[in-house]
């Protein structure tokens, strides 16, 4: 008899999958302290990508001189959606994979872009993006990237 593989499985295996790709993608960041990285899938195609930076056109220089970061920079969920907002493709029904929970500003643009799904791997300091997601209904998932 075949061994046959889940729905559920299926989808973990791709889960980490993409998230493994966010995390390779988060490497472009010149951000010192932090590197994240974000992927917008929809239908099984990679419609967007981002990672942690300063808007184009600036210097990659993510930090001041007290290591603190510069208020400019972008997060990698909010590069993805602006990524995408200036392409033909929708967000709507979309998942945004993310190498971090998303923050309170990033949620309210995850809402906004139609995001259905958020799988992310580490949790972010502060958890009031994450209640902001789960107020809208939106999936979100935790997965390990080691399994």
């Known amino acids: 008899m075949l061994n046959q593989v889940s729905t559920e499985d299926k ?41 942690n930076g300063t808007p184009s056109g600036f210097e990659n220089i993510c930090e001041d001189e007290n290591n603190k970061t510069k208020p400019y920079v972008l997060h990698a969920e909010a590069n993805a959606i602006t990524k995408v907002a200036k392409s ?39 958890e009031n993006g994450m209640e902001l997601l789960q107020r809208a209904g939106i999936e979100i998932i935790q997965v390990d990237i080691e399994d």
């Open 88 to 126: 033909n493709n929708s967000s709507e029904g979309a998942t945004l994979y993310v190498t971090s929970s998303p923050c309170l500003e990033c949620s309210k643009l995850i809402i906004q872009a139609g995001i259905k799904r958020v799988v992310f791997t580490e949790n972010y300091r502060l």
């Open 11 to 51: 989808q973990k295996l791709l889960d980490q999958r993409y998230l493994k790709m966010a995390v390779i993608w988060a490497q472009n960041s010149y951000c010192k302290r932090r590197k994240v990285g974000a992927l917008i899938v929809k239908d099984k195609m990679i419609i967007s990508d981002g990672y």
